[in-house]
């Protein structure tokens, strides 16, 4: 059974910085390839970006240059550093991956862009 956990949510002012956490249980979470996805009120769920498990990255146009996923495979944790945050970067934001053709998510954290 694979678990997500994300944490680091909360309200900023617009042009600030946020920092989330996602802790993977599992063996091999050095292995996976890991997602961030968000969804705002209204709106269906949108990929931010994946690392996978050599540390490539890849982000949406929307986030690219003030968005960075990293990874911490000794402490099964993977991270979105968000700067120049925006209050349309306002969501719940997920961690993501896909186990042996089974997809889990996090319970999802909140963050608001809001001054």
């Known amino acids: 059974q694979v678990q997500l956990v994300e944490s680091g949510g909360g309200l900023v002012q617009p042009g600030g910085s946020l920092r989330l956490s996602c802790v993977v249980s599992g063996s091999v979470f050095s292995l996976y390839v890991m997602a961030w996805y968000r969804q705002a009120p209204g709106n269906q769920r949108e990929l931010v970006g994946r690392?996978?498990?050599?540390?490539?990255?890849n982000y949406a146009d929307s986030v690219k240059g003030r968005f960075t996923i990293s990874r911490d495979n000794a402490k099964n944790t993977v991270y979105l550093q968000m700067n120049h945050l925006k209050a349309e970067d306002t969501a719940i934001y997920y961690c993501n991956t896909g186990v042996l053709g089974l997809t889990y998510w996090g319970q999802g954290t909140q963050v608001t862009v809001s001054s």
């Open positions: 690392i996978t498990r050599n540390s490539s990255t």
